[in-house]
């Protein structure tokens, strides 16, 4: 299927360390989309990479996109508490018009 | 800017009863519309998305329906509630397909 992958599941660092994320997905797409979930909130947008880039950042977040190896990875740099959070990719695949979600890593940062 | 509202934020309803719950958009015009479902712990499921008024797209087959009585207004009903119904739903708007989604607040529904 279309849907991206998150892993690790779950994931635990100290504040102060980097966090990275990894999402595979099985079909081509036109873009790829990270988002952040607070506990009991609705999903907020990060950074949306197309299929032609390799990589973008935005403050402490980096991510890049692999599309022969059709993967992708978030990094967190210097990770603080307010960045616990749930986070999925989403992915636009070019056979259709809807984005579909992963199932999430969850992140836990220690003060 | 644009906002985008869901209420209530919580229901308790029991099993039988109907459902109704309402997302609206403001400071966009002619957006795309999405319903989705969130189990404890888990990603999202499409409900339903729309492309316009009227036009509803069911992506699972179960008791629920969407409709689009406005530009900006997306209601997701069920006549009859299940046990299995309860989850938190989110709406989410976007200005095109495959674009940036904004969500809701989202909606904690318990079935009992």
């Known amino acids: 299927s279309q849907q991206g992958e998150e892993d690790p599941q779950a994931l635990s660092i100290q504040e102060g360390e980097n966090a990275t994320m990894n999402c595979s997905y099985k079909?081509?797409?036109?873009?790829l989309q990270w988002y952040r979930q607070n506990s009991g909130r609705g999903l907020v947008h990060l950074i949306l990479i197309r299929s032609n880039e390799r990589e973008k950042h935005s403050g402490r977040l980096r991510v890049t996109l692999d599309t022969s190896k059709k993967s992708s990875s978030l990094l967190i740099t210097a990770s603080r508490a307010a960045d616990t959070a749930s986070y999925f990719c989403a992915t636009g695949g070019t056979g259709g018009f809807k984005t579909i979600f992963g199932a999430g890593t969850r992140l836990f940062v220690k003060a | 800017s644009q906002t985008i509202h869901q209420w209530p934020a919580t229901l308790v309803q029991p099993v039988g009863s109907p459902l109704s719950l309402e997302c609206t958009v403001e400071g966009t015009s002619n957006p795309n519309l999405y319903w989705y479902r969130q189990a404890a712990g888990r990603g999202l499921q499409l409900l339903f998305y729309?492309?316009?008024?009227?036009?509803i797209s069911s992506e699972v087959p179960q008791n629920l329906s969407a409709s689009r009585p406005q530009d900006r207004q997306f209601i997701l009903s069920s006549k009859k509630l299940l046990l299995s119904d309860s989850g938190f739903y989110l709406c989410?708007?976007?200005?095109?397909?495959?674009?940036?989604?904004?969500f809701g607040p989202g909606t904690r529904l318990l079935v009992l």
């Open positions: 989410a708007w976007s200005q095109g397909a495959q674009e940036t989604q904004y």
């Open positions: 079909t081509s797409i036109n873009n």
């Open positions: 729309s492309v316009g008024i009227g036009q």
